[in-house]
């Protein structure tokens, strides 16, 4: 059977209307539903001067293992000729100990300097007597008394001990065990011994337990301890110290636990 004309017109529009329908679908598609181009990935300019890498940085001095109450330091002719003035601007003297004698003879050359200019700027001030263990503790006593002015001092006396020597333990003994009892007499307050960790437990342990104690340790971020239950009331923490008017190197030290500065000050 052939189609007639009105079938063949019916279905040529169909396909037109089709045809323009489906132009209409995908010109919507493709406005609303279009894939987009990502975006380049942009690099951030190079600086014009490259960034250095920061070093590490060192304390030179060791952080005490807690915040003490009060820093100090003690000094000799080894610091030479010091600028008390700007010794007394730096937070970290709070206290000074200046060495005064040794053995039976030697007085320090800057310590009479040392004295009156740390009493002039404020300063908490004490005198310690470097012990020789061959030399007689009686003599080192006078030496140490003939320059010891205890009008001049705030602090109480400190004895440092350092050296065992070529002699008996039991010369050694006595001849310490004289020159602090003789201070003691004197002055009416217990010196205070100077020394460090190995030494005491090497040498001073069970002996000096009424005693209150100012030991060296270094390049530790805690307390020293010692063998015997004692006060260690100061802490020397490092030999290689800045301050303010001071050329060099300085020892510097603080208060440990509860004490204060009223713990090592003289009776008035």
Same mark, same amino acid.
């Given at each position: ?7 063949? *017109? =019916? ?54 293992? !807690? ?9 000799? !002719? ?11 601007? /730096? ?8 060495? &005064? ?24 001030? &004490? ?16 030496? =140490?008394?003939?320059?010891? /002015? ?22 050694? !003994? ?5 020159? *602090? ?17 190995? =030494? ?48 060099? !190197? ?10 204060? *500065? ?7």
């Amino acid at each position: 059977m052939k189609p007639s004309f009105l079938s063949l *017109l =019916f279905f040529f529009g169909a396909c037109v209307f089709v045809y323009a329908d489906k132009k209409q679908i995908d010109k919507h598609y493709a406005q609303e539903y279009v894939v987009p181009i990502p975006d380049p990935i942009c690099r951030p300019d190079a600086p014009a001067v490259p960034i250095k890498a920061v070093p590490e940085v060192r304390m030179h001095n060791i952080r005490p293992y !807690h915040e003490p109450s009060i820093y100090g330091i003690d000094v000799s !002719h080894h610091q030479g000729s010091i600028n008390w003035n700007m010794v007394a601007t /730096d937070s970290k003297a709070g206290y000074v100990y200046i060495k &005064g004698t040794e053995s039976t003879s030697h007085v320090d050359s800057e310590y009479d300097r040392n004295l009156r200019e740390a009493r002039r700027m404020g300063i908490p001030v &004490g005198t310690y007597h470097f012990f020789s263990p061959k030399a007689s503790g009686l003599v080192q006593f006078q030496n =140490f008394s003939s320059n010891f /002015d205890i009008n001049m001092q705030d602090l109480i006396p400190v004895v440092d001990v350092e050296h065992r020597g070529r002699v008996s333990l039991a010369y050694f !003994h006595t001849q310490l065990k004289t020159l *602090l009892e003789e201070i003691e007499r004197a002055y009416g307050v217990r010196p205070i011994i100077y020394t460090g960790v190995n =030494f005491y437990n090497s040498y001073l342990s069970g002996m000096y337990k009424k005693y209150k104690f100012f030991i060296a340790r270094y390049n530790s971020e805690t307390q020293p301890e010692l063998c015997d239950d004692v006060p260690i009331v100061m802490w020397q923490f490092t030999s290689e110290g800045y301050i303010n008017g001071i050329r060099g !190197h300085v020892d510097r030290s603080c208060l440990l636990d509860n004490y204060s *500065l009223q713990d090592i000050m003289l009776p008035r």
